[in-house]
């Protein structure tokens, strides 16, 4: 072998690499964490968490009003404690909210010590209130495992309040039986080991996924001793008591302490899943002092480097509402390596995919782009939970699995991972673990996971209205066999890939050809099991689980088709019937800005060749649905799928979900640059910004002229320069090749 060095390239290479490294520290020094606003989305139906965490952290601690919320926060009651476990963007029943700690000036009544409230501030890492009742200023800031409280008393006398049976009530509306999809109490426990140390922990089950019971303990530590002390279970309350063992019931204890007038009083509460030892260990861990303004600024500068993967240059509101979104989407779902009560593994554990059906469509695309070894790791965890538990979530919280709401779409998200190049998975286990979703009915409840009403999906080729959800479970289904075809193809199993291509196409089984309305004709149809089509259906029914299809309609899902729209396309009857039946269903108010089977949708005019009608139709339902108010969100968050959805568009590029293919939107950003990771950046600079140019007219990518609105994950992943140039008015650009299809020629 002969091996010749080019000096010249050597040297080329080492200066890119220092420009590389320079340019990355100037970028994170741009402060963008003033720029993230967590109230946004916090009413209106966005119900996004509030309080302090890291970035995937386990401890969420912020506050719980009183009434509830699927995030514990409300604008509109009282506070009744701060809890240290919360879910962010959720809808249905709630989950968490345990290990509440409220703290009181003067005396206090067990049967009411909420406060209300004023000045609260939140930025990421970092809360504060002033409770007026109780007379205190509170402050909180976090690790990964830790909350640490800050405490200013009014009064000389102060006590601090610790709930261990608390829980968040959302759900009895929801969902069978007498508690719907809400939590239930299993048992709590508490103990006073000394006048500064309370340890304890709460058992809880159900909630939204119908979970089996979760248990959170927790080791508590304040920076001075208590005067007095006392327990409590249920409303009574035992002075100078230490202990409240588990019987069912909920438990709690508290410390009194004097002299606290204008000063500060310090708490530190750890968790765990494992044990209250390990609670405490977290906190020696992570926080080995008490200099709260030092765990503070640690936690904003994580926040700062997080968000500082993505840089872009624009208007004020653009980056209030970007940067927020940005936030939102690394809430869920939550690293507990480290800390699954279940089986021992030396894989990560993550928990509070909430769901994955929410976030295979946006956020999981937008963590594989920016934070590559976090999504891998959720990945190798999703295996993991298949390893032991014998299935892929959809959804998962509380170490538990459910609820599916459409498909098996962890078989998207190893699919999109294949082809974008990702090496670090075990493609062979994650075939498996897809083929076991698709092949061997879960039995029981058909909600928890697998795929409900597979026993018809394999032998009529769709699932009939013997089973809830029936026909949009068939259109995801056929989706998710189109990810099993793709990796099976990549790993050489042409037989499976053959049978699963075959099965991508199973949709077709529902399209009704001859049904009508709006004066459009051809619509995904309920069918029953001897084939024959639903009579007397509410055609414009919308609900949840017990309906045919779920948070949508017909006119929804009979454009959920993402892995083949050339199909549907002509299934519709050509160009000019789609594009009329597009045009139709936004202008009918049918398109549901705030709900997931719609989130491709207003890209579809892109497969006919109408990149214009792409770019004008999410240009304005950016502007229109998105802002910096308290309810700037159009929908529930759910954990971030809204916000990256915005991201995406933002930066003038969107994925198509389960594949390696990027459309071209109407960016807002004047520019952005985005760390990929490892020295490689892409840079977007947009030419003609303004808010009257909507419309991309020429592209290139790496100087090369880019004629297609649309492009693949390759030419972008080691690094690109995409300049967008933009007008008021569409030309031609894009229309000429419009994005692949399953049923394009190979």
């Known amino acids: 072998m002969k091996i010749i060095f080019n000096i010249t390239m050597i040297k080329i290479t080492f200066l890119s690499l220092g420009i590389g490294i320079a340019f990355l520290n100037k970028l994170k020094a741009q402060n963008v964490i003033q720029h993230a606003d967590p109230f946004i989305g916090s009413e209106?139906?966005?119900?996004?968490?509030?309080?302090?965490?890291?970035?995937?952290?386990?401890?969420k601690l912020g506050p719980d009003m009183v009434g509830h919320s699927n995030s514990g926060y409300r604008s509109d009651s009282n506070i009744e404690g701060f809890s240290h476990t919360h879910v962010s963007g959720t809808g249905g029943g709630a989950k968490y909210g345990n290990i509440s700690v409220m703290p009181v000036s003067g005396d206090f009544d067990l049967?009411?010590?909420?406060?209300?409230?004023?000045?609260?501030?939140?930025?990421?890492?970092?809360?504060?209130?002033?409770?007026?009742?109780?007379?205190?200023?509170?402050?909180?800031?976090?690790?990964?495992?830790?909350?640490?409280?800050?405490?200013?008393?009014?009064?000389?006398?102060?006590?601090?309040?610790?709930?261990?049976?608390?829980?968040?009530?959302?759900?009895?509306?929801?969902?069978?039986?007498?508690?719907?999809?809400?939590?239930?109490?299993?048992?709590?426990?508490?103990?006073?080991?000394?006048?500064?140390?309370?340890?304890?922990?709460?058992?809880?089950?159900?909630?939204?996924?119908?979970?089996?019971?979760?248990?959170?303990?927790?080791?508590?530590?304040?920076d001075q001793p208590a005067s007095a002390f006392g327990t409590w279970k249920g409303t009574k309350k035992h002075p100078d008591n230490t202990v409240e063992y588990d019987s069912g019931e909920k438990t709690g204890a508290y410390f009194t302490f004097n002299n606290l007038k204008e000063k500060q009083l310090q708490l530190k509460v750890g968790i765990s899943f494992l044990s209250a030892n390990k609670a405490r260990a977290n906190i020696e861990k992570e926080i080995p002092h008490w200099d709260f303004d030092t765990t503070k600024t640690e936690a904003q500068k994580t926040w700062e480097d997080a968000l500082s993967k993505i840089m872009i240059e624009g208007g004020d509101e653009l980056k209030t509402i970007f940067y927020t979104g940005l936030y939102h989407s690394m809430l869920m779902p939550v690293d507990r390596t480290g800390e699954n009560p279940l089986w021992k593994s030396d894989q990560p554990y993550y928990d509070d995919y909430y769901a994955i059906w929410d976030t295979f469509r946006t956020t999981n695309p937008l963590l594989l782009l920016i934070n590559k070894e976090k999504h891998i790791e959720m990945l190798q965890s999703l295996l993991d939970i298949y390893t032991h538990d014998n299935y892929m979530p959809d959804a998962r919280s509380g170490n538990a699995n459910g609820r599916t709401q459409g498909g098996s779409n962890c078989d998207i998200l190893f699919a999109e991972a294949y082809l974008k190049g990702i090496k670090e998975i075990d493609y062979s286990i994650a075939l498996e673990a897809m083929l076991k979703n698709a092949e061997v009915p879960p039995g029981g409840n058909e909600q928890q996971e697998g795929r409900g009403g597979l026993r018809d999906y394999n032998t009529l080729g769709y699932v009939s209205t013997d089973f809830e959800r029936s026909a949009s479970r068939t259109v995801e289904y056929a989706n998710c066999d189109h990810a099993i075809a793709t990796l099976a193809k990549g790993l050489g199993k042409k037989k499976i890939a053959a049978q699963y291509y075959k099965q991508a196409s199973n949709w077709v089984n529902l399209w009704r050809e001859d049904y009508e309305d709006r004066n459009t004709k051809g619509f995904i149809y309920p069918r029953l099991s001897d084939g024959k089509w639903m009579t007397n259906y509410d055609f414009m029914e919308y609900g949840y689980w017990p309906v045919k299809f779920y948070e949508g309609r017909s006119w929804n899902y009979s454009f959920y088709v993402p892995h083949d729209v050339k199909a549907l396309i002509a299934k519709t009857g050509g160009k000019e019937k789609f594009i009329k039946r597009l045009d139709t269903f936004f202008a009918e108010g049918l398109y549901d800005v705030g709900n997931e089977p719609d989130f491709l949708t207003p890209a579809w005019y892109t497969y006919v060749g109408e990149y214009g009608q792409t770019?004008?139709?999410?240009?304005?339902?950016?502007?229109?649905?998105?802002?910096?108010?308290?309810?700037?969100?159009?929908?529930?968050?759910?954990?971030?799928?809204?916000?990256?959805?915005?991201?995406?568009?933002?930066?003038?590029?969107?994925?198509?979900?389960?594949q390696d293919v990027y459309l071209v939107t109407s960016p807002l950003v004047n520019s952005a640059k985005i760390d990929l990771g490892k020295g490689a950046i892409v840079e977007i600079e947009v030419k003609n910004a303004s808010d009257n140019n909507m419309y991309v007219t020429s592209m290139t990518i790496n100087d090369t002229v880019w004629k297609k609105s649309w492009f693949q994950h390759k030419d972008i992943a080691k690094g690109a320069k995409i300049v967008f140039t933009m007008g008021a008015e569409p030309n031609d650009w894009g229309n000429a090749q419009v994005p692949p299809s399953m049923s394009d020629p190979k």
């Open 44 to 59: 209106g139906g966005g119900h996004v968490f509030i309080g302090s965490c890291l970035p995937f952290g386990m401890v």
């Open 111 to 222: 049967a009411d010590y909420t406060s209300d409230w004023e000045n609260e501030k939140n930025t990421p890492g970092y809360f504060s209130v002033d409770l007026k009742k109780n007379k205190v200023k509170a402050a909180l800031t976090s690790t990964h495992s830790v909350g640490f409280h800050t405490y200013t008393f009014e009064d000389s006398k102060g006590h601090v309040l610790i709930d261990a049976g608390h829980f968040l009530l959302t759900g009895l509306e929801y969902g069978h039986g007498p508690f719907g999809e809400a939590q239930q109490l299993v048992g709590s426990e508490i103990k006073i080991l000394s006048d500064t140390e309370i340890q304890g922990y709460a058992r809880v089950r159900s909630g939204w996924n119908y979970g089996e019971a979760y248990t959170v303990y927790f080791y508590a530590q304040t």
């Open 615 to 658: 770019a004008k139709r999410i240009h304005g339902i950016m502007r229109k649905n998105f802002n910096t108010k308290r309810d700037g969100l159009p929908g529930n968050d759910d954990s971030g799928a809204m916000s990256s959805w915005y991201i995406f568009h933002a930066m003038g590029f969107y994925p198509v979900a389960g």
